[in-house]
């Protein structure tokens, strides 16, 4: 374990590793006036460039797209002592284990950028129920009959997989904004959202059965990668959409193919798709264009919640180079270190 400031000593110097697009520089700021040198790149970076660009960083502010590996940390590890990442799903960008054992806190965003990811993740459910993107362009709707015509929304049963902040957040837009029925599943029951929103509680299958369109907003971990499978996406009813603004790996690109083709999912929306490595993502693309709504993980980046995020992730390394803890901190480093 590497040694820790005293208590309330000052950062003295070093430099801070900042990566990720949109991001406003005078939020930094706070960290110039600390002494310490801020060096921005907006490019992603490649698992040895990062190795390169940590070299001698007392901090890293991780907006960006790049790996945190287990390899990259260690690398770093006689001088890094934090990773302030953009968000709260860090799992699948930094080796948040690898980290506790080096010493190296690792800090999330809780709450930042709730407002933003539900009112997307709202707003894509609409362009999917109403059948918006096939319509770009058109002078006339070209329907052939009147089955080809969009329900409103509030005659759709949602299923929410996920009731943390964000998912409380769709549910309660959906209800008080448009009086849509929603069911949700978790792995804790939410008696308080259930009461106050009016929602109900099912088990997963359950939920994806009766749900004409089914929300994933879960973090990606070991348990919940894969987690809507084909007895899950087979559930579903003919017809149903898939929304998943969370992470691309909850969904199994098998199934969903399977789901596709059988006419069970008549559009999927996602935002950030798998990676090119995935043969199944290559399929998916090929095969139902036009029923899948894809966008490049955007959901969070509006101007309010970047700065929120950055402001926070700001705090964070801040006390951590100065206290050397931070309240936001992930895993079991998530404790003063200090008695």
């Known amino acids: 374990m590497q040694p820790w400031p005293a208590a309330g000593a000052a950062p003295k110097g070093g430099t801070v590793l900042v990566t990720g ?17 801020v060096r921005r790149l907006a490019s992603s970076l490649t698992e040895d460039q990062l190795v390169r660009e940590l070299r001698g960083a007392v901090a890293y502010l991780h907006g960006g797209e790049e790996r945190a590996s287990a390899r990259v940390l260690r690398e770093a590890r006689k001088t890094l002592k934090v990773v302030a990442f953009l968000g709260v799903g860090y799992e699948n960008f930094v080796d948040a284990a690898a980290a506790d054992r080096l010493g190296i806190a690792v800090t999330s965003t ?8 539900a009112t997307f993740t709202v707003a894509q459910i609409v362009n999917a129920n109403l059948g918006i993107p096939r319509h770009l362009g ?8 009147s089955d080809e015509l969009p329900h409103e929304l509030a005659a759709r049963s949602v299923g929410i997989i996920g009731m943390g902040a964000n998912g409380r957040r769709i549910a309660e837009i959906l209800r008080r904004g448009f009086g849509v029925r929603v069911s949700y599943y978790s792995r804790t029951r939410r008696p308080d959202a259930e009461r106050d929103l009016g929602i109900s509680y099912l088990p997963l299958l359950d ?7 089914l929300v994933v907003m879960v973090p990606e971990t070991g348990e919940t990668r894969s987690m809507v499978d084909s007895s899950v996406i087979g559930r579903m009813p003919e017809g149903a959409i898939l929304v998943n603004t969370a992470r691309p790996a909850i969904v199994s690109p098998g199934a969903l193919y399977t789901g596709l083709e059988k006419g069970r999912v008549s559009m999927a929306v996602f935002d950030g798709f798998y990676g090119p490595e995935c043969k199944e993502a290559i399929e998916l693309r090929r095969d139902f264009p036009e029923r899948l709504l894809v966008t490049g993980h955007i959901a969070s980046h509006t101007v309010e919640a970047m700065d929120r995020m950055v402001r926070q992730a700001v705090k964070s390394i801040e006390n951590v180079l100065t206290y050397g803890w931070d309240e936001h901190e992930v895993g079991s480093r998530s404790r003063p270190r200090f008695r």
Do not use: N
């Not at 939920?207 to 369109?213: E, H």
């Open 21 to 37: 697009a949109g991001i406003d520089m005078a939020l930094l700021e706070p960290l110039a006036r600390q002494g310490l040198t």
């Open 110 to 117: 809780p709450g930042a950028a709730t407002d933003a990811v």
């Open 138 to 145: 058109a002078r006339v709707p070209g329907w052939q009959g």
């Open 207 to 213: 939920l994806a059965a009766g749900s004409d369109i």
